[in-house]
């Protein structure tokens, strides 16, 4: 207890001497020279010290192609080629027999000229006599040009001389019209049309 009133004297007595002390003002402080710094230097050496980073240009993405749906691919079989067969190479020395050429079948003339006769006596059968002409007395001699087919149908009939009168040449072809057709040709005449001259005469008597 004595103790801690001692420590409270010590206390209240050191307040009141530090209260009575006169006041003591501080030594000035010595005056310093501002410093001067050259900030655009500064500046230009921090710039030349940085390097700027290299702007590099976007690389273009390219789009990913869409994937294509895969087509079923048929597969046609092969068929195997046949293997050709050995072909045996004959050689024939072909002879042609010489070339006739087909010779017409002799005319019988017995029976070409029977023929003729027949033809003639045919066409004389059927002459007619112009009436004005044989009330003139006009007479004449001509040729009839008759060209007939195997049947004996006329094809062309024309005067190949004429008689001098005209009344005397129709006549002749009228006569040749009305004896059509004629005989047919005989079965061995290889020919298949016969042309003839006959001659005509217009006669009084």
Avoid: C
Avoid at 44 to 56: G, W
Avoid at 125 to 146: N, S, T, V
């Amino acid at each position: 207890m004595s103790v801690t009133l001692l420590v409270a004297a010590l206390l209240h007595g050191g307040v009141a001497i530090g209260l009575s002390l006169p006041d003591v003002e501080p030594p000035p402080a010595p005056v310093r020279e501002p410093i001067k710094i050259n900030l655009l230097a500064t500046i230009a050496e921090t710039n030349n010290n940085i390097v700027p980073d290299i702007v590099k240009p976007p690389v273009p993405v390219k789009p990913k192609p869409k994937p294509v749906p895969k087509q079923e691919v048929k597969k046609t079989p092969i068929k195997p080629v046949p293997k050709p067969e050995p072909v045996a190479e004959v050689i024939e020395q072909v002879v042609q027999p010489p070339q006739v050429e087909p010779q017409p079948p002799t005319l019988d003339k017995e029976a070409t000229a029977r023929y003729e006769q027949l033809l003639v006596a045919w066409l004389e059968k059927h002459k007619k006599y112009p009436r004005r002409a044989k009330r003139l007395r006009i007479e004449g001699e001509g040729l009839l040009r008759i060209l007939i087919d195997r049947s004996g149908q006329t094809r062309k009939v024309s005067l190949a001389q004429r008689t001098g009168n005209r009344w005397l040449d129709k006549a002749a072809l009228a006569m040749a019209k009305r004896a059509d057709p004629f005989p047919p040709m005989p079965e061995n005449d290889p020919r298949r049309e016969l042309e003839f001259v006959v001659p005509v005469a217009f006669v009084l008597r």
